[in-house]
């Protein structure tokens, strides 16, 4: 029931890339992500942040480039049902010591479905048994011939342990966002989807959003699915407080009358009457259709 609105292109301009990294477990996901946000961010700014966390906001050749931490595959296929594909590029990382897995095929056909470019990170090349031309030749073998057998994928060695090959990963990212030509009208109501909410003590829901139009501002009234509320205040991947998030930027909002469903979109609407009404209805409709279910 998300209005479609029309679309004034005239505002447009280029929006940063959001990249989801995937892969079968152990092969180097959260290793790959935590490598490239702690080389990517000022010792200064990083002050103390060592956790891991689920989106955040780099810098390469001063243009920006958003990760996702997807918690499995389940939620990706999750906010892809529910038409809130927030990825425009996906990583498949595949360990170079142990080639492709039963994980690895698993995402290889997700990321087909979700019709985004792909890259695939080979990781932990620093290691002994590090194989490039079988993880190559695996990943032929499903369709997904490197550029330099004549394919149309591209694979970078990389090691999330000494770095080697993230510059390679980020610039790639950003010449395959250059082919995408991305596009997003920052002045528009701002759209975010929602990655991760939870109810945090002393701070009540906390939505991580990716914005994926407009620009969300502190005030703002928001509906996302059935929740509604002002946002109160933005936190931005440092930790930082924010007055507004721009396009593909990611942060923690605080506000919502309820912890949102990962997947769901944050719409800003024009008046906190507008928003409590299209979500009351929403939850009305909600109910009224367990309730049909449950009585059939
Ligand atoms: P995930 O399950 O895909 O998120 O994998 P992790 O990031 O948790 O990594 C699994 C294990 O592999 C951990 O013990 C990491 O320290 C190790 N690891 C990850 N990347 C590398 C790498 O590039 N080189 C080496 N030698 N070890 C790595």
């Not at 019709?115 to 499903?142: F, H, L, S, W, Y």
């Not at 510059?167 to 082919?179: F, G, K, R």
């Not at 109810?199 to 509906?223: H, M, W």
Request: proline share 3%; net charge negative.
């Amino acid at each position: 029931d998300y209005q479609e609105e029309e679309i004034d292109e005239s505002n447009f301009v280029t929006r940063p890339p959001v990249v989801t990294i995937m892969g079968h477990v152990d092969h180097g996901k959260t290793s790959l992500l935590d490598k490239i946000r702690s080389s990517k961010t000022a010792a200064s700014e990083a002050g103390g942040i060592t956790q891991h966390i689920t989106a955040y906001t780099i810098k390469q050749n001063n243009q920006k480039i958003t990760f996702v931490d997807t918690p499995g595959h389940a939620a990706f296929s999750a906010m892809r049902a529910r038409g809130a594909s927030v990825t425009d590029i996906v990583i498949i990382v595949v360990a170079a010591d142990d080639g492709v897995k039963q994980q690895t095929e698993e995402v290889i056909s997700h990321a087909k479905a979700a019709n985004c470019p792909i890259i695939v990170a080979v990781n932990k090349m620093d290691k002994e048994g590090a194989n490039m031309d079988m993880v190559k030749a695996q990943m032929a073998e499903r369709d997904m011939t490197p550029v330099d057998w004549g394919g149309e994928i591209e694979f970078i060695p990389v090691s999330a342990k000494t770095g080697e090959g993230i510059d390679d990963l980020l610039e790639n990212i950003l010449l395959q966002s250059e082919i995408l030509e991305l596009s997003a009208d920052p002045e528009a109501k701002a759209k975010a989807t929602v990655v991760e909410a939870s109810l945090e003590k002393g701070r009540g829901p906390v939505a991580t959003v990716i914005v994926q139009n407009g620009t969300l501002r502190v005030g703002d009234n928001i509906v996302c699915d059935t929740t509604y509320g002002r946002v109160k205040a933005i936190t931005n991947d440092l930790g930082k407080q924010v007055k507004e998030l721009g396009l593909s930027e990611t942060g923690r909002v605080l506000g919502l009358n309820e912890v949102p469903v990962s997947g769901t979109i944050m719409v800003a609407q024009d008046s906190d009457k507008e928003a409590k009404d299209i979500a009351t209805t929403r939850a009305e409709h909600a109910r009224a259709k367990e309730l049909s279910k449950s009585t059939k």
